[in-house]
């Protein structure tokens, strides 16, 4: 890792923001690309939510990881499914991981969105390189393709 390369840490802070961003999200509000992640836990089995931006483009869905190997990072490798929960809609996802070549323009597409100001510091890749710049990080940020859904109304 590069040296002005931010570490993620679960803090107080943190953790309250997931919780007040979690709260308009499940009431449908915030913005239309944000969603609840509900994955299972890989060790504990007990059903681990947190607030996650979907990208869309004309490649498929993808979640991706901007803080690394996180807690539902592990679960949906376990699994391969999750939900995604924004106002009264879930949806049933499946998911497989992109290959690094797959991954790059995904994460390019991820940081070409206002939230780089907020998740710009984890990535080594500037922000305005070209796609294949960001393979290398892939293995820092995993993606994963959603290659199955199936919505419901709450």
């Avoid at 992640?37 to 991706?64: K, Q």
């Avoid at 990881?65 to 995604?84: M, S």
């Avoid at 690094?100 to 500037?126: C, M, N």
């Amino acid at each position: 890792m590069g040296n002005d390369t931010q570490r993620f840490r679960m803090t107080k802070l943190r953790r309250t923001a997931n919780a007040v961003i979690g709260g308009f999200i499940k009431y449908g509000l915030g913005p239309s690309d944000m969603r609840l992640l509900t994955t299972r836990g890989n060790r504990s089995g007990f059903l681990r939510t947190t607030p996650v931006s979907i990208v869309e483009n004309e490649r498929g869905r993808f979640l991706v990881a901007p803080y690394g190997e996180v807690g539902w990072v592990h679960n949906i490798r376990k699994d391969g499914f999750a939900t995604l929960r924004h106002g009264g809609w879930i949806e049933m996802i499946s998911v497989h991981e992109a290959t690094p070549e797959q991954a790059a323009p995904v994460l390019r597409d991820y940081l070409q969105h206002p939230r780089a100001a907020v998740v710009g510091p984890y990535f080594e890749t500037p922000l305005d390189a070209p796609p294949e710049r960001f393979a290398g990080e892939a293995h820092r940020h995993p993606v994963f393709e959603i290659v199955r859904s199936t919505t419901i109304r709450l």
